[in-house]
């Protein structure tokens, strides 16, 4: 009486296992997100978004406030650090109680750009890169927004941080004076 068995051997349960893991690696590297340059402009353009929304919702500064403190801003977005990974704080002011004709900007937000992408430089202005004077010293960029909706006009250029050749290398956000809307595009154009 001869037996027949049936089933898989062991060796071709361990090939199959070596297998799945090869592919499982494979689709984790593919799948693992990859921050792009438009992922940061959009990123950075909410932030001025929120400046905007929070400057129209917090209503206008006291007159003796603005002219204490040279402003009528009420929110801000400011970059500290320098590049090619600043940060981006917003920031509302926060008046002092009356007579005093003081203020104080409180942080309400932040953003650090990712390694992966390098925030090259700025213009004061909305225009395509090179078109207008840009600055690269990330230190001084500051972008205020007003009680009526207004915000200051700035444009912003990011890049990948490394060297490649496809259509989501460059990246770059503006901020419309009025309404404050955000504009962002694949490209420095």
Not at 35 to 46: K, L, S
Not at 142 to 156: E, F, N, V
Not at 157 to 180: H, I
């Amino acid at each position: 009486m001869t037996r027949t068995q049936r089933g898989f051997t062991l060796v071709e349960l361990m090939v199959v296992v070596a297998i799945v893991s090869v592919l499982a690696t494979a689709a984790g590297l593919y799948l693992r997100p990859v921050t792009r340059p438009i992922d940061v402009a959009v990123r950075v353009g909410d932030l001025m978004r929120e400046a905007n929304q929070r400057a129209i919702a917090l209503g206008p500064v006291r007159g003796d406030v603005a002219v204490a403190i040279g402003t009528r801003a009420r929110t801000r977005v400011r970059a500290i650090g320098a590049a090619p990974q600043p940060t981006f704080v917003v920031e509302r002011l926060e008046e002092a109680p009356e007579p005093a004709s003081t203020a104080t900007w409180f942080e309400i937000g932040r953003y650090t750009v990712d390694s992966a992408v390098v925030a090259d430089s700025f213009s004061n202005g909305v225009a395509a890169h090179g078109a207008l004077p840009v600055s690269t010293a990330w230190t001084s960029f500051s972008a205020s927004c007003y009680p009526d909706g207004r915000c200051d006009a700035r444009t912003l250029y990011f890049r990948l941080a490394t060297s490649a050749s496809d259509a989501e290398t460059f990246a770059r956000m503006s901020v419309l004076p009025l309404g404050g809307a955000i504009m962002t595009r694949k490209d420095w154009n």
